[in-house]
T-cell receptor
Framework: AQRVTQPEKLLSVFKGAPVELKCNYSYSGSPELFWYVQYSRQRLQLLLR??SRESIKGFTADLNKGETSFHLKKPFAQEEDSAMYYC???????????FGGGTRVLVKP | GAVVSQHPSRVICKSGTSVKIECRSL??????MFWYRQFPKKSLMLMAT?????????EQGVEKDKFLINHASLTLSTLTVTSAHPEDSSFYIC??????????FGQGTRLTVV
């Protein structure tokens, strides 16, 4: 069975500090991994996907198949990064997503 | 990006009544849509996969007779909560993938059963 684990429910950092959100997964094949973000009073939206290998809003995430991890990082957090972040996986793009429990990020001034 | 619209965004109904939630892809066609449920301070749990022109595929533990899904066109899927009870109160979210296989989410529907 596929499973996504986000061990931190809340991360509180100061503006300008680095932030790392952990995500571990279990899946028997080669899944596609995503990070979704939900800002206050807004809908869930895609932040980045591992196949793109791009940086969005300063965030990057590297897929580590050996450790089955897909941690999200940003070297200098901004106040506007305060949001709920969900790690998710799917067996193939366009298919159903399995979400982690979510991590709330609070960036303090 | 593409837009997925849910309606209503908020609904209160009496116990025992049925409630219909609509999910529309506004500028793209979606042969498959997904319905999720989110409990307070919890993650999204997939309820079912809505397939255009055929029966929905329900996840284990989801009552198909309680949560009726109809995907009558390539831009519309509906979720009907039948004979609603207070324990059905939740936040329901739909999603659809565009031709680039990126998932777009509706704004969600908060259902309160009193």
């Amino acid at each position: 069975a596929q499973r996504v684990t986000q061990p931190e429910k809340l991360l509180s950092v100061f503006k300008g500090a680095p932030v790392e959100l952990k995500c571990n997964y279990s899946y028997s094949g080669s899944p596609e991994l995503f990070w979704y973000v939900q800002y206050s009073r807004q809908r869930l939206q895609l932040l980045l996907r591992h196949i793109s290998r791009e940086s969005i809003k300063g965030f990057t995430a590297d897929l580590n198949k050996g450790e089955t991890s897909f941690h999200l990082k940003k070297p200098f957090a901004q106040e506007e990064d305060s949001a709920m972040y969900y790690c998710a996986l799917t067996k193939a793009a366009g298919n159903k997503l399995t979400f982690g429990g979510g991590t709330r990020v609070l960036v303090k001034p | 990006g593409a837009v997925v619209s849910q309606h209503p965004s908020r609904v209160i109904c009496k116990s025992g009544t049925s409630v219909k939630i609509e999910c529309r892809s506004l500028d793209f066609q979606a042969t498959t849509m997904f319905w999720y449920r989110q409990f307070p301070k919890k993650s999204l749990m997939l309820m079912a996969t809505s397939n255009e022109g055929s029966k929905a595929t329900y996840e284990q533990g989801v009552e198909k007779d309680k949560f009726l899904i109809n995907h009558a066109s390539l831009t519309l899927s509906t979720l009907t909560v039948t004979s609603a009870h207070p324990e059905d109160s939740s936040f329901y979210i739909c999603s659809a993938s565009d031709r680039y296989a990126e998932a777009f989410f509706g704004q969600g529907t908060r259902l309160t059963v009193v």
